[in-house]
């Protein structure tokens, strides 16, 4: 029986989200026995016990070193000050990652992986190569461009490189040049370019079960409007939060209808606010058809979320790879993008690039981007539509098949 070890990056969701479609695509493709170990902490460590609750014995807390979170993503200065020092109950970095590798060194002595597949983390990427154990590091990122406020950081990229390249492959999610979203964030050096594989987004094929609209689906029937997209960690969620509010204050913005999707677990935050200035919940404000101008949304069920990107104008996200893949390469719609990190910027960069879309650095150019979208999007149509005709979305069994010759390779 094969053991596979599958080692989840826990900074933000997009890695559990991409493992999680690899793992099933996988499980469905292997046709042979075998046995999967997880690894990951915080959330992610939550969610997988949650999603696999007849497994907890093959579900591993490590402490993986992660960012400490700002105010808008991670803040620069306390995670430096980290490297040496605890900070918000961190201990110090050098700590981290002396007792993350020698937990994950356990791990790996004891269950002796035929194959090890790293979505984020770099450590087991190290483990794997002195073993000689075969590793698939999947990623959007390798090497990327930097801004003048944060070139300092270039060291630590190139070492970060170093252990990436270290992967028996390095699995790209995202499509092959010229359609690659993350063009910007790679930037692979010689060394490892006959590692790399362009597999395509994890983007999911699951099937939408139609069931009866729901009240929130009703209301927006007829009406144009923006769907802003709060995603990412805490930090990055409140970031992005806060930015959208202040756009939504200025005086331009009082008759352009927006949704917002929050991304948090909280039903009370549905609710709908009228243009009279009040607020109502989303089946009062059916029921009473308000004459509305925002919806605010904990989180939209899998069909909601369908009708309401089908629907909407544009899009406004923080340039998160794996939302921004969704929705220009699935849905084509124009994106007008508020980055958090360089790598946010790097995507959306590229996008405008493209005329998929805006990059938006304050109030003032969010709104002009809305205009200007709305001025010209017969233009943005018809460059979506040709990234949509090249956009690969089955990433996730492109990866299991990769993963499955390598084991059969291994007999």
Known sequence: MHKIGEFIYPWGSGHYSRMMRFHETFSELMKEEF????????HVYQKLLEKFPNQIDKIHHILMPTPIDGKFGPSMFLSMLNFLLPISKNPSLVNQITDYLREERKLYNKEKFDLVI??????????????????????????????????????????IAKQIGKASKIIVADSPPPYTLCEFNLNFTKEVKEKVHY???????????????????KIIQDSEFGYWMRTGNKSTNDGTGERYEEVFHQEEMKNEKRIISHAKNDSSIDSVLGKNGKRFSIS??????????????GYLSEQEKHV????????????????????LGG?????????????????????????????????????????????????FRHYLLDFSKNFISNGAE????????ILEEKR
């Not at 075969?134 to 190139?158: A, D, E, G, H, V």
């Not at 597999?199 to 689906?217: K, N, R």
């Not at 009062?284 to 949304?297: C, G």
């Not at 309401?308 to 929705?327: A, P, R």
Request: aromatic share 10%; proline share 4%.
């Open 35 to 42: 046995e999967t170990h997880f690894s990951s902490k915080d």
């Open 284 to 297: 009062e404000a059916f029921e009473k058809k308000t004459d509305w101008i925002q919806i605010d949304v």
């Open 331 to 379: 849905k084509s719609k124009p994106i007008i993008g508020i980055p958090i990190y360089d790598e946010h910027t790097n995507n959306i960069k590229w996008a405008e690039q493209k005329n998929l879309g805006i990059l938006a650095n304050n109030t003032h150019q969010v709104i002009k981007g809305i205009r200007t979208i709305k001025e010209n999007y017969e233009q």
């Open 398 to 405: 492109n990866t299991a098949k990769i993963a499955a010759e």
């Open 199 to 217: 597999v395509g987004h994890f983007t999911g094929t699951e099937s939408i079960q139609t069931t009866a609209p729901s009240d929130l689906e």
């Open 308 to 327: 309401v990107l089908n629907l909407s104008k544009y899009t406004v996200v923080n340039g998160s790879h794996t939302v921004m893949g969704e929705i």
């Open 118 to 159: 790293n979505d984020g983390d770099m450590g087991s990427n190290i483990l794997a190569k002195n073993r000689n154990i075969p590793s698939l590091f999947i990623t959007n990122q390798f090497k990327p461009k930097l801004y003048k406020s944060r070139s300092f950081l270039y060291p630590s990229l190139y070492f």
